[in-house]
Every structure is written in structure tokens, then in C-alpha cells.
């Protein structure tokens, strides 16, 4: 494996705050790909809170993360990048960061941070008696708002800042636009039932459905931004799953088998709300089976598998067009939709994100092969609290 070294200069002690906080922001503002921003990571914990070892982890997909490895020693301090081939499923359970398997080189570290939203952590062994406890603070935040721009074209998720300040808009407007919408209704049904020409009367017909319409993507908005909570509780994956899959199947392939449904499990158990995964899972499926609906040969693949011992994935892959970059970037955002307008609201994946966010789960997508993959990961039982 290649790798890379970068050699920087120990931070002089005695500066004030203002000096080193400059000196951290003109390290990190710099870097112009996903290497360069790990090991600009790396090099910054060493230099400025005189950590002995870091290692920062930057998934690329699901399967491979970059990780930038430093380590202080004497006077002199070296960071290594290199790719590592493991499971963004450790994201749900740091621990397995470092352990036998993972990509981390640090057996006990001091400072576990680990940001699932944007497949990103890093992992830091520290001196207790050289410990800044302002630079630590400064450095965290800095760190994750570096980490979270190195999403690549291969990897789709959502900003949670993005997304929360949209939550936010859609439950003030939510409000605002439904008491004049409920008065365009009602009049709409009470001119209709007086009117006597049948222009007229489809006029106010059209007026009264498309007022339903955005009535709906109201509902969508309010349900987007203040989701009911979980009602945890055992929720078995395979027989929840074997149900959508067969509903799937009846309404878009006229009972073919468009829709398979593969796993090695007889059982799948996390602890969630039983309702919510049944609509998580459903949006992926019919999304998928949208995708392929006018291509020849559709297929629509949904796995079911445990991929650690605190993850459970549920994978759905469609044979559908390769999805352009100016659409992933919107793919979890409300009101997008790649279909042509009138086709659909553009809430099904935002409301999925919704609801593995709140199960403390991770959800992505890639394209691998001739197949787009949307992944849900969400804990498994023994492990979800």
C-alpha cells in the first residue's frame, strides 16, 4: 500500500489563544482533496494539543476508508495516509474503530469521536498532563465541520445541519400556509356545489384537487420536521420485510417477482419502532421499483444481513439508471424529486433518513456495478439502547 508523509513543525509553547486558534484555522482551510484533509486532521492534534498518537478515519464508501495515521515522537511529528478495507458499519459501534480488525492503529485511545452522519471519526491518544482542554474543544468542532466536506460522488448522505435548518422552515411554513389553504378548500367545495356549468365545475374541481395536493406536501413537511418519537420495541426484520417485498411485487410487476428478497437469517431483530422501519423499508422498495419501472429487465434486490455484532444492514439494489451527480447531491432533500414534476412529492428518502437518523442508524447510497444501493444500517438488538 502507498503511502504518504508529512513532516510539520511542533507548536511553540507560550502563544496565546488567538495565535494558535489562526494557526489551526490556516492548517485546515488549505487542504484541497480528502487526503490532504485527514492528514492536515492528524497533524493539527499533534501539533496543537500534543497528542502522542491520532488516527483519523474517512470512509469513501461502504466497504473502504482513508485513514491518516500520526504519531509524535521526540521532537518530531509524522502523519501517513493509506486505504484501509472495512465496514462503515463500525461507525455504529466506534469501539470496533480499533479493534483486531479496524483501521485504527491505536490500541486504547483516549478520545473516541465518531460522526455516523458523515461517515468520518477520529481517534486520539492524548497526555494527560499536556492537555489543553480549550484546544481539545476548538479541535473537535474543527474536525468534524473538516471531515464533513469529503463526501465523494461514491458515497450520498445527508447534512444534518442542512437538514435540521430545513426542518425548521418547513414547520414554520407548515403553519403559515395551512389556515389559508383550509379556507381555498372549503370555498372551492362550496362553489362546486352551486355551480351549474360544467367548465366550471372542472375549473373548481382542478382548484380544489391541487389544494389537496399541497395540503399533502404540508403533511409530508410537518411530518419531515417533527417525526412522532420511537415506540422501541423487538422488531423483526425477515417477516416485516417478506410482507413489503410481496406488496411490492402485486402492485408494480402484477405478482412477478420483480422484487426478491435474499438473507441467511430466519430472524433479524433491532430495537425500533416497527411502524417507522416498515416505512422505511417500504420507501426504499417502491423508490427502487420506480427507478426500473421503464427499463428492460427490471430488477429490485433487497438483503437483509448482519454485518457485525452491532449492525444489522438492509441493503435495496435496482437495476435503474445510474442516478447524475446534480441529483445525489439533493437525494435526501425534501420537495426533490428526480422523477419529472407531478410524479411524486420528494419525501420518501428525506423521511427515511428521518427515521434511521432517530433510530441511531446510518443511511447512504452507492453505486456498485450496474446497481444503485441504498443502505440502512441500524443497531442490533443486543446492542440498542
Not at 50 to 70: N, P, R, Y
Not at 314 to 328: A, F, N, Q
Request: hydrophobic share 40%; proline share 5%.
Amino acid at each position: 500500500m502507498a503511502m504518504t508523509e508529512a513532516n510539520e513543525q511542533i507548536q511553540k509553547p507560550g502563544e496565546e489563544q488567538e495565535d494558535w486558534a489562526l494557526e489551526i484555522l490556516q492548517a485546515l482551510v488549505t487542504p484541497s482533496s480528502a487526503e490532504e484533509a485527514a492528514m492536515a486532521c492528524a497533524a493539527a492534534w499533534i501539533n496543537f494539543v500534543d497528542a502522542t498518537q491520532v488516527c483519523v478515519v474517512v470512509f469513501e464508501s461502504t466497504g473502504t476508508c482513508l485513514t491518516a495515521h500520526g504519531q509524535r515522537e521526540t521532537e518530531h511529528q509524522s502523519v501517513y495516509v493509506g486505504q484501509h478495507d472495512c465496514s462503515f458499519s463500525m461507525l455504529l459501534s466506534p469501539a470496533e474503530l480499533h479493534s483486531a480488525t479496524g483501521p485504527c492503529a491505536i490500541e486504547q485511545p483516549d478520545l473516541i469521536l465518531c460522526w455516523p452522519e458523515h461517515f468520518s471519526a477520529v481517534l486520539v491518544d492524548l497526555d494527560p498532563t499536556q492537555v489543553h482542554g480549550g484546544r481539545v474543544d476548538l479541535l473537535q468542532d474543527i474536525s468534524r465541520q473538516l471531515l464533513s466536506r469529503w463526501s465523494t460522488p461514491h458515497t450520498a448522505f445527508a447534512s444534518p445541519a442542512h437538514m435540521e435548518a430545513m426542518a425548521e422552515f418547513a414547520a414554520g411554513a407548515g403553519h403559515e400556509i395551512n389556515n389559508p389553504l383550509g379556507s381555498i378548500i372549503g370555498q372551492a367545495q362550496r362553489l362546486l356545489k352551486q355551480e351549474p356549468s360544467a367548465d366550471r365545475r372542472q375549473s373548481l374541481a382542478t382548484i380544489g384537487s391541487q389544494a389537496w395536493r399541497i395540503r399533502d406536501m404540508i403533511g409530508d413537511t410537518m411530518l419531515f420536521a417533527r417525526p412522532p418519537q420511537p415506540a422501541f420495541d423487538t422488531c423483526d426484520l425477515v417477516p416485516l420485510t417478506k410482507r413489503i417485498v410481496d406488496d411490492c411485487n402485486s402492485e408494480f410487476s402484477g405478482g412477478g417477482n420483480w422484487v426478491t428478497l435474499e438473507t441467511l437469517e430466519d430472524t433479524l431483530c433491532t430495537f425500533a419502532d416497527t411502524a417507522q422501519i416498515g416505512t422505511l423499508i417500504s420507501h426504499l422498495v417502491r423508490n427502487a421499483c420506480q427507478a426500473v419501472q421503464e427499463t428492460p429487465g427490471p430488477q429490485v434486490r433487497v438483503a437483509l444481513s448482519r454485518v457485525s455484532a452491532s449492525a444489522i444492514s438492509v441493503t435495496v439494489s435496482d437495476t435503474g439508471r445510474e442516478i447524475p451527480e446534480h441529483i445525489l447531491k439533493h437525494l435526501f432533500d425534501p420537495f426533490y424529486s428526480g422523477r419529472q414534476a407531478g410524479r411524486g412529492l420528494g419525501f420518501g428518502l428525506c423521511h427515511c433518513w428521518q427515521i434511521v437518523r432517530m433510530h441511531n442508524g446510518v443511511l447512504t447510497h452507492e453505486r456498485s456495478g450496474d446497481r444503485n444501493r441504498f443502505i440502512a444500517l441500524l443497531p442490533a438488538e443486543n446492542d440498542a439502547t
